[in-house]
C-alpha cells in the first residue's frame, strides 16, 4: 500500500485536534518532507525535542549497531554497557554533587520519578510531614495526573481536577506582563517572595519541593526569569528545608546556549529531570539526576519504590549517548546561542511591522513571540479569535513548522515557540524570519489587525 493511499482511508488515530496534515515521508537537518515532495522547515523541533536535527547518520549508525546486540535488557537483570556509560556522561554535564541518575522514556515520566524521589527522601529522613510540591502558575510539567497536578494550565487540569490532589501555586515571574523590569534584581526578588510567603502559608514543615522550569516552556513562551530569582528561590528553598527540582525537560540538552537552563544562573537543584532534547527524537528517552546524599539516603531505607518497564533500555541508552556525542562534536551548544542571538534579533525586528507582536523572548533556541491586541496595556488578543492556532497555520501553510499555546493559563493570550534544531545555520534562520514574515501578514489580513 502506498503512502499516498492511506490519507484518502478512514483513519482510527485521533489526537488533539483535528488539523488535517499530509503524510511525512522523510526528514533530514530541519527540513522534513510529505509525501508529495512539499518541503517544511521543522522551526519548533517538532515540540522541542529534534534538537540535533532529523536523521544524523551516526545516531542512525549508534542505533544499527546497539539493535545487532540487543534491543531491551531488564535493569532488574542485567547492568547494560549503554546505561552505564550514558549516565557516566549525564553526570559530566552536570552541577557539581548531582551524580547519581534514574532513566525514564519521558517528560512526564520524570517529572513523576523526580517528585516521587523527593517524597521518598523525605519519608528515609524522617520528614513523613512533607508532601506538597509548589510549582507555578502558568507552568506545564506533563500530561500524567502528578505531573498535570502540579502544572498550571487551566484548560488542561480542570477536567482532571476531581481525580488528581492538585498543588499549590505562586506566580511565574512574568514581568513583561507584569510590567516589571527584567533586568532589576528587585523583580527577581519581588517573585521570590512569592515562594518564600507560599511555603509559609503552607507551613514549611508540609512543603517537600518547589518546582520550576528554569526558562519557561509550552506554558509561558520561553520565560527567561528576571535577575536574581533562580539564586533567590534556591536561598529560600535552602533555608526551609525544601528540595528543588528543576523540570530542564525542555530547556536541557543545550539549545539555551548551555546543556542545562539552570546554568545560565547560580543555584543548582536538588533533582532535576531532563528529556526531549535528551534523545533528540530518536527514541524515547528521559532521565532524573540528583545529589547523591539524597539517593543515598532513599536506598539505605530499602531502595526507590519506583520504576517504569523501558527505564535504561540499552537501545535508548545508546541512542543518547550517540546524541550527547554528535552535540559535543558539531559544537551545537554554541551554534545554538550564535544562531539563537541572531534568530532572536530577526524575530525582534517583526515587532516594528507587526505592533500586534507584543514580546520577543527566550536563550538560544528557545523563542517565542506573544501577540497582544495592545502593545502599552498588554491586553490579548480576543481569546476567540484563535490567534495562536490561525497564526500557526498560515506559517504551516507556507512550509514552516512553529509550536503555538495559550500565553495566560490556557484560555486566553497567544503565544508561538520557533525553535529549530540546533544545527540551524544564519541563513537557515534567515529563512524562517522571511517565511514567518509573510505568515504574519496573511495572519493580520485575516484578522483585521494593523501592519506598520
Not at 488535517?20 to 533530514?28: I, Q
Not at 515540540?47 to 532529523?54: D, F, P, R, S, Y
Amino acid at each position: 500500500m502506498s503512502p499516498d493511499s492511506l490519507l484518502n482511508r478512514p483513519s482510527y488515530l485521533f489526537y488533539q485536534n483535528e488539523h488535517p496534515r499530509p503524510m511525512l515521508d522523510r526528514a533530514e537537518g530541519i527540513y522534513m518532507w510529505d509525501t508529495t515532495g512539499r518541503r517544511f522547515i521543522d522551526g519548533s523541533s517538532g515540540a522541542m525535542v529534534c534538537n540535533i536535527g532529523h536523521s544524523n547518520p551516526a545516531v542512525l549508525a549508534a542505533m544499527r549497531a546497539q539493535m545487532e546486540k540487543s534491543t531491551f535488557g531488564y535493569r532488574l537483570h542485567f547492568v547494560t554497557e549503554p546505561a552505564e556509560l550514558l549516565a557516566e556522561r549525564t553526570v559530566e554535564l552536570m552541577w557539581p554533587g548531582m551524580n547519581r541518575v534514574f532513566f525514564v522514556s519521558g517528560g512526564s515520566e520524570a517529572v513523576e520519578s523526580a517528585m516521587k524521589l523527593a517524597r521518598s527522601h523525605a519519608v528515609a529522613t524522617g520528614q513523613d510531614s512533607r508532601w506538597k510540591v509548589i510549582s507555578r502558575w502558568p507552568s506545564y510539567h506533563g500530561c500524567t495526573l502528578g505531573a498535570l497536578a502540579v502544572t498550571g494550565y487551566d484548560s488542561l487540569t480542570e477536567p482532571f481536577a476531581p481525580m488528581m490532589q492538585a498543588m499549590p501555586k505562586v506566580p511565574a515571574p512574568r514581568a513583561w506582563l507584569d510590567g516589571l523590569d527584567p533586568t532589576d534584581p528587585a523583580t527577581g526578588a519581588h517573585y521570590a517572595a512569592m515562594l518564600e510567603a507560599a511555603i509559609l502559608a503552607e507551613g514549611p514543615e508540609t512543603v517537600l519541593a518547589f518546582l520550576v522550569e528554569p526558562i519557561g516552556g509550552a506554558s509561558t513562551g520561553a520565560l527567561v526569569p528576571p535577575e536574581g530569582y533562580m539564586e533567590a528561590v534556591r536561598e529560600i528553598c535552602t533555608r526551609h528545608g525544601v528540595l528543588l527540582i528543576h523540570d530542564e525537560v525542555m530547556s536541557g540538552g543545550g539549545r539555551t546556549g548551555r546543556f542545562l537552563g539552570g546554568q545560565h544562573w547560580n543555584g543548582a537543584p536538588d533533582i532535576l529531570a531532563l528529556s526531549k532534547g535528551f534523545g533528540a527524537g530518536y527514541i524515547p528517552l528521559g532521565a532524573i539526576v540528583a545529589r547523591g546524599e539524597i539517593v543515598e539516603a532513599v536506598m539505605a531505607r530499602g531502595g526507590f519504590a519506583h520504576g517504569f518497564t523501558y527505564a535504561g533500555n540499552p537501545l535508548a541508552c545508546a541512542t543518547g549517548l550517540a546524541v550527547l556525542d554528535e552535540i559535543a562534536r558539531l559544537g551545537m551548544i554554541d551554534n545554538a546561542r550564535v544562531v539563537g542571538d541572531h534568530l532572536k534579533a530577526g524575530l525582534t525586528g517583526l515587532m516594528d511591522r507587526f505592533p500586534f507582536i507584543g514580546d520577543v523572548r527566550g536563550k538560544g533556541l528557545l523563542l517565542a513571540l506573544e501577540l497582544v491586541a495592545d502593545r502599552a496595556s498588554r491586553e490579548p488578543l480576543p481569546a476567540g479569535l484563535k490567534a495562536f492556532d490561525r497564526l500557526t497555520e498560515a506559517a504551516y501553510a507556507r512550509g514552516l513548522i512553529v509550536y503555538p499555546r495559550r500565553s495566560r493559563g490556557g484560555y486566553s493570550g497567544d503565544h508561538i515557540l520557533v525553535a529549530p534544531p540546533m544545527i540551524t545555520t544564519r541563513e537557515q534562520a534567515d529563512e524562517i524570519v522571511a517565511i514567518l514574515t509573510e505568515a504574519l501578514a496573511a495572519f493580520a489580513t485575516d484578522c483585521g489587525l494593523p501592519v506598520t
